[in-house]
């Protein structure tokens, strides 16, 4: 069978679309690259603007700034710790639930859903929710950070509606007939055709979990406990860097400290980019499968 031969205006509609895309691709790409570049560069090349694309007078002294900070690692542990468990929570919680609304024959589940929906238009606020945290117990510990923020109403609907588009009422029927149990279909039948949503919810809450700060710079007073993003903010908006040139105030010194300051900068930014970004190539196949079919039905 031959190809449909293309018109002038598919012509000019595939033109427009190309350009259109290249553009976005630039507006995205370049501030990657440019961060990217910067720290990589030498302090003096980035105070300068010398840097556009592609490192000028490479050095690696940012990151080597950065990793020798013990704070530093200690945040990339704690974000590994609050991401890996606060999304297996988070996913328990949402994966459950979502099925547990999903079934028919589950009778509450109008209402039920209803108290979840309305957590979306009305909160307590930030007040009430730091006292409450605070009469739990919470204040100050890890628990802090994964349970206030562990199940999201609008990823919990999507996963209802993909478990309701994707498990029918038929399947279910059938496995009752084989001695199937409401807990051994979830488990053995339910997870494993739902691969595509996990993958999406789990990117959701882990790049949530990992760019938050603001949950850690409300409830939490210890160093030790505070993720790395709240750590780079310190050293990002209180420009505490241990420099050991700081016990002069020349006027050479305090350029030098500017100069390594600004290199720093791009380097928190991309240590702190860098595991999601990792991430997202293994799951981005998930991604619009599991987003799609989630949004059939509503």
């Known amino acids: 069978m031959r190809a449909m031969k293309r018109t002038r205006s598919d012509n000019i509609f595939l033109f427009i679309v190309t350009v259109i895309l290249v ?21 003096r090349a980035v105070v300068s603007g010398r840097v556009f694309l592609w490192p000028v007078e490479p ?14 690692m200690n945040g990339y542990l704690n974000s590994v710790i609050y991401t890996l468990g606060g999304t297996a929570i988070s996913l328990f919680l949402t994966l459950t639930s979502a099925y547990s609304l999903s079934r028919a024959d589950f009778g509450l589940r109008i209402p039920v859903l209803a108290v979840f929906a309305f957590t979306m238009l009305f909160s307590g606020g930030l ?5 409450l945290v605070g009469k739990l117990g919470l204040m100050n510990t890890r628990w802090a950070i994964i349970l206030p923020t562990a199940i999201s109403v609008y990823n919990l609907i999507v996963t209802r509606t993909f478990f309701e588009s994707t498990l029918p009422q038929e399947l279910l029927d059938a496995s009752r007939v084989d001695g199937c149990g409401d807990f051994r279909f979830f488990l053995t039948v339910a997870l494993p055709l739902s691969g595509a949503i996990i993958a999406v919810m789990s990117l959701f809450y882990a790049v949530g979990i990992w760019n938050s700060y603001f ?3 409300i409830y939490l007073s210890n160093d030790r406990l505070f993720p790395l993003q709240l750590i780079l903010r310190q050293i990002l908006v209180q420009n505490k860097v241990d420099i050991t040139m700081l016990t002069a105030s020349t006027a050479d010194v305090i350029s030098a400290r500017q100069s390594l ?20 190539p293994f799951i981005q196949k998930y991604f619009i499968q599991g987003v799609m079919i989630g949004a059939i039905k509503g």
């Open 215 to 217: 949950s850690a710079l």
């Open 127 to 131: 007040i009430p929710t730091y006292l």
């Open 23 to 43: 553009l976005v691709f630039a507006v995205v790409a370049f501030p990657l690259i440019y961060t990217v570049a910067c720290s990589l560069s030498s302090s």
């Open 261 to 280: 300051f600004e290199l720093l900068k791009y380097s928190l930014i991309v240590v702190a980019s860098a595991p999601m970004m990792i991430l997202y």
């Open 59 to 72: 050095t690696l002294l940012g990151y080597r700034r950065i990793f020798e900070n013990p704070s530093v």
